[in-house]
Structures are given as C-alpha cells and as structure tokens.
T-cell receptor
C-alpha cells in the first residue's frame, strides 16, 4: 500500500518567514510532485521531480523552490512566505515508465496559512 | 499547451438520478485522460483512466476525441458519491506530468 506522508497537516507562518514543507513516499517512486489546491483553481503544479536532484518547473513556480536529495523525500521551500501563498499544498508520487502515465498517489495535504 | 475545462463548479443531483460530470480538453495529440476524486477529509485518489475502459463504483467515462471530451457518468447517484472530482490529462503516454481541471463538486441530495 503506497504511503505518501507530509510533515504537517496545518502550518501557520508569518510573512517573510522561510517555510519548509516535507514529503516522503515509501514505494520507491521515481516521480514526485508538489501542487497547490485552491477553490475554483483546482490543482496547479508547482514543481516536479523525476529523479534525485532532478526537477522541472510546473505552472506556478514563482516564489517556490524544491529539493530532492534522496529518492523518497521531496521538499518544497518558500524562501520568503507571502500571504498569497496561503493555500493547501499537496504532494504526490508516481512510477515512471515510457509506456504509460501512472497513477499519482497523494499525501494528506498541508494547509498553510501565512499571516 | 494542453488545457482541461470542467465547466461546472457545483453539480447537485438527487439520489437515484443520473450523473454526468463534464470534462473538455484542448490538445491535438493522443492524450491520456483520468478522473481523480477527493471525498470529504480523504486524500485525492485516482477514480479511473480512459485506457482501462473500466467501471469503478458504477462510474464510466468515454474518451470522445471528436468532441475532445471525457465526461464522467453514473446512471444512479448515491449519497456516498458526494465529493470533489477532477479531470486530468497527460499529453502523451509515458509523460508523467498531468494537467488538472478546476474540479467539480458533486452534491447528492438524499
């Protein structure tokens, strides 16, 4: 059973703080993703990693960075949090294979509030 | 770039009524289409994908390339179907980044 865990369910930070969101998966998946989930906007991809130390920008990377030093762990970093980054953040992982696009397994989400 | 459109933010139906959640996409190639579902206080999870041509929890979805649609259907809605539904597209087989739609909240009225 695939498990994707996120370090916090709820987080409250102040404007200008550096924020770290951690995600860990235990199924040896190559791909990991960070999304924002906002009402009316759906899921928007922030960053995608297809291997250790490899990353690609998603649709809304501005204000975010990521780190993947180990296969099972993918971190999202808000260098200087702003109120417009208040959102639900979802991490996901999936297998990688050229013959198909595989199911993404999601974590429970971190609801971040920036005040 | 591909785009996924879910025109309804909220769809309310009575229990036992048919359900159709609309999904339209814009992409000229041969995409792979998915439906994901998020029940209250649960994780987002895959419901079904077009290449499997399967029925999950009574839901089916047919890819119509002519109309570029992938509508999700169920003949008789149940209360437990109430959830947020997202349509998603991968532009080609093997491409792992998918584009999600904005979601439709399905509310089944008892």
């Amino acid at each position: 059973d695939v498990k994707v865990t996120q370090s916090s369910r709820y987080l409250v930070k102040r404007t200008g703080e550096k924020v770290f969101l951690e995600c860990v998966q235990d199924m040896d998946h190559e791909n990991m993703f960070w999304y924002r989930q906002d009402p009316g906007l759906g899921l928007r991809l922030i960053y995608f990693s297809y291997d250790v130390k490899m990353k690609e920008k998603g649709d809304i990377p501005e204000g975010y960075s990521v780190s993947r030093e180990k296969k099972e762990r993918f971190s999202l970093i808000l260098e200087s949090a702003s109120t417009n980054q208040t959102s639900m953040y979802l991490c996901a992982s999936s297998l990688s294979h050229r013959t198909g696009t595989y199911e993404q397994y999601f974590g429970p989400g971190t609801r971040l509030t920036v005040t | 770039a591909q785009r996924v459109t879910q025109p309804e933010k909220l769809l309310s139906v009575f229990k036992g009524a048919p359900v159709e959640l609309k999904c339209n996409y814009s992409y000229s190639g041969s995409p792979e289409l998915f439906w994901y579902v998020q029940y209250s206080r649960q994780r987002l999870q895959l419901l079904l994908r077009h290449i499997s041509r399967e029925s999950i929890k009574g839901f089916t979805a047919d890819l119509n390339k002519g109309e570029t649609s992938f509508h999700l259907k169920k003949p008789f809605a149940q209360e437990e179907d109430s959830a947020m539904y997202y349509c998603a597209l991968s532009p080609r087989r093997g491409y792992q980044k998918v584009t999600f739609g904005t979601g439709t909240k399905l509310q089944v009225i008892p």
